[in-house]
């Protein structure tokens, strides 16, 4: 046993070397660290995986085969791991440390965590956790100094690159022991401030604010009240320790925990507070499959006995003023919790003025920043759908359809489906094959009753989620059925086809038997890709030899205006 665990030791310590050698051969470190000031390292934290004859040593751990009952050869106790292998590996590091403490390969801290097959199954621990306390200073002036000159002192933008580092830093306990939960909120608000009216970098700044908060809640805060086991799907399920509550524990730690009512957006000074931003970041501007985390958060909160935690999963999480998520007249009642994604409607008269009032209290939540991924829970003597078969038989979809049946609504529809149309959101009560973007009821009832709309036809196709959404298919067929094939519906249909599925067949070849039909539909495939031209001809025509056959049967003016569709797809 002595000679295998020789080797073992030989091809750890071999891999340990071999990833530094590696390392240091690097040329851009220093380039690397010069973006900006809140950098200090390129490399924090290393996993060693033992596995005989192919040992690993890397900076990301993917987490394979971790689940996987080891059958090897070598495996050793826990006790020679943590007492013998375990130090031995570490006096290595260190000394590689030693060397490369103020180079710019080392973060200011270093951690070397180890997976090891064990007698008792597979062992991960953390070996060592390694601090350059120079660079650790040096970084907190670095902070305070940031924060100071571009935050608080400051109107202009600030750089992706610097959220990045500083959002994970204000968490980071090694830099803050103590949390200082109000100020590191007031950075948060600051960074979405300065960055307003540039509408992708916000969204790039908003991104780093929540994954930050999100590991800071699965990895240190969620971990000290909830036992954690990661599900099939990755995903964290939790459940409460014994005996544990958030206020028996606040109230031996940091003083009286106070869960008061605020105002709109306002969050408190306890760690439970950056649980509930993190939920409220997740819920207004994560796309609709991140949704359910951000109501887990919630969840989570409610649990450890936050009264604001309950009272956001019934009333909203407070962003909103309570005059613009609760309306209620003679005609109409709208209330809207943001949490839950949720606008619950009911038409007392079914009249234009309860519609109107309705599509107003939706439009004007949607232009503060209200999920566009909601639903409507209706309730309404009417039951009206589309005529378009397979969507969706939903309060949402009867809602729009309603509404449609008053011309005089019609432009203010336009206006809440150019608010609502937006490309990877989905109402959140439809799923699978009849999952469809916001806006998508208002845009295909209005394409279907009038040739105003089929601008708006055009610009919703320009959105849509093909690899995720079926339903425009459904749509083109109604709309050709409904609008036929004209000089006014070509453009919107043919923004349409861009957007189908293979599945779709349109019987439409007799219509494009009238020349000066065919002429205009031409000139719309022209200005496509050829791969484009090929995708909008094949629900139409088939496959290209189909097209090509027509053609070669076709004569006049007809056989060219067939060969130039041929030219456009690239054939």
């Given at each position: 046993?002595?000679?295998?665990?020789?080797?073992?030791?030989?091809?750890?310590?071999?891999?340990?070397?071999?990833?530094?050698?590696?390392?240091?051969?690097?040329?851009?470190?220093?380039?690397?660290?010069?973006?900006?000031?809140?950098?200090?390292?390129?490399?924090?934290?290393?996993?060693?995986?033992?596995?005989?004859?192919?040992?690993?040593?890397?900076?990301?751990?993917?987490?394979?085969?971790?689940?996987?009952?080891?059958?090897?050869?070598?495996a050793f106790t826990e006790e020679q791991v943590r007492n013998e292998i375990g130090p031995k590996l570490v006096e290595v590091v260190q000394a590689r440390l030693d060397k490369l403490a103020d180079t710019p390969l080392i973060d200011y801290r270093f951690t070397l965590r180890g997976k090891f097959p064990t007698t008792e199954g597979k062992l991960q621990l953390t070996l060592l956790e390694w601090i350059n306390e120079e660079k650790r200073k040096q970084l907190l002036e670095r902070i305070h100094t940031y924060v100071d000159k571009n935050l608080e002192n400051s109107t202009y933008p600030t750089k992706p690159l610097e959220s990045f580092f500083l959002t994970r830093h204000l968490l980071d306990p090694k830099l803050f022991p103590e949390l200082d939960v109000a100020w590191i909120l007031r950075q948060y608000d600051r960074i979405q401030e300065l960055n307003q009216g540039r509408p992708e970098a916000l969204a790039e700044h908003r991104g780093d604010i929540t994954r930050a908060l999100t590991a800071w809640a699965e990895n240190q805060f969620l971990p000290q009240y909830f036992d954690v086991q990661s599900s099939a799907y990755r995903t964290n399920e939790y459940s409460l320790k014994p005996g544990v509550t958030l206020q028996s524990n606040i109230d031996t730690q940091t003083g009286q925990y106070s869960d008061e009512q605020g105002k709109a957006q306002t969050f408190g000074t306890q760690p439970i507070d950056l649980l509930l931003y993190a939920a409220v970041m997740i819920l207004r501007f994560e796309p609709s499959y991140s949704k359910a985390q951000g109501q887990t958060f919630l969840e989570l909160a409610k649990q450890l006995g936050s009264r604001r935690a309950a009272r956001m999963m019934t009333e909203g999480s407070g962003t909103y003023a309570k005059d613009d998520i609760h309306v209620k007249t003679e005609e109409v009642e709208c209330k809207a919790n943001d949490v839950f994604a949720l606008m619950n409607i009911h038409i007392r008269k079914e009249e234009a003025g309860a519609y109107q009032q309705a599509l107003t209290f939706i439009?004007?939540?949607?232009?503060?920043?209200?999920?566009?991924?909601?639903?409507?829970?209706?309730?309404?003597?009417?039951?009206?759908?589309?005529?378009?078969?397979?969507?969706?038989?939903?309060?949402?979809?009867?809602?729009?359809?309603?509404?449609?049946?008053?011309?005089?609504?019609?432009?203010?529809?336009?206006?809440?489906?150019?608010?609502?149309?937006?490309?990877?959101?989905?109402?959140?009560?439809?799923?699978?094959?009849?999952?469809?973007?916001?806006?998508?009821?208002?845009?295909?009832?209005?394409?279907?009753?009038?040739?105003?709309?089929?601008?708006?036809?055009?610009?919703?196709?320009?959105?849509?989620?093909?690899?995720?959404?079926?339903?425009?298919?459904?749509?083109?067929?109604?709309?050709?059925?409904?609008?036929?094939?004209?000089?006014?519906?070509?453009?919107?249909?043919?923004?349409?086809?861009?957007?189908?599925?293979?599945?779709?067949?349109?019987?439409?070849?007799?219509e494009l038997e009238n020349e000066e039909i065919l002429e205009l539909l031409v000139r719309q495939i022209q200005e496509l890709e050829y791969y484009e031209a090929e995708h909008v001809l094949y629900p139409i025509f088939g496959k290209v030899e189909k097209l090509s056959m027509l053609a070669r049967k076709a004569e006049g003016r007809r056989k060219e205006l067939l060969l130039e569709l041929l030219q456009a797809a690239g054939k």
């Open positions: 046993m002595s000679t295998l665990y020789d080797q073992a030791m030989e091809e750890m310590i071999t891999t340990i070397h071999e990833w530094f050698d590696e390392q240091e051969k690097r040329d851009d470190l220093e380039s690397v660290v010069k973006r900006t000031t809140l950098q200090m390292g390129i490399v924090n934290d290393i996993v060693l995986d033992y596995k005989p004859g192919r040992t690993t040593v890397d900076s990301l751990d993917l987490g394979l085969d971790d689940d996987v009952k080891s059958k090897q050869a070598v439009i004007h939540l949607l232009k503060q920043g209200f999920p566009k991924g909601y639903k409507i829970k209706l309730k309404s003597a009417v039951k009206q759908y589309l005529p378009i078969k397979g969507l969706a038989k939903s309060d949402t979809h009867r809602f729009f359809a309603n509404a449609l049946e008053y011309p005089e609504l019609h432009p203010l529809l336009e206006e809440y489906a150019r608010e609502a149309i937006q490309e990877f959101e989905f109402y959140e009560d439809t799923e699978g094959e009849k999952s469809c973007m916001p806006g998508s009821y208002a845009t295909f009832g209005l394409g279907l009753v009038d040739e105003r709309y089929f601008p708006l036809v055009e610009y919703y196709m320009g959105e849509v989620d093909d690899e995720h959404q079926l339903i425009q298919d459904k749509f083109i067929a109604a709309f050709v059925e409904k609008q036929g094939v004209t000089a006014q519906s070509i453009p919107a249909l043919v923004a349409s086809l861009r957007r189908s599925t293979d599945s779709l067949k349109l019987k439409i070849q007799t």
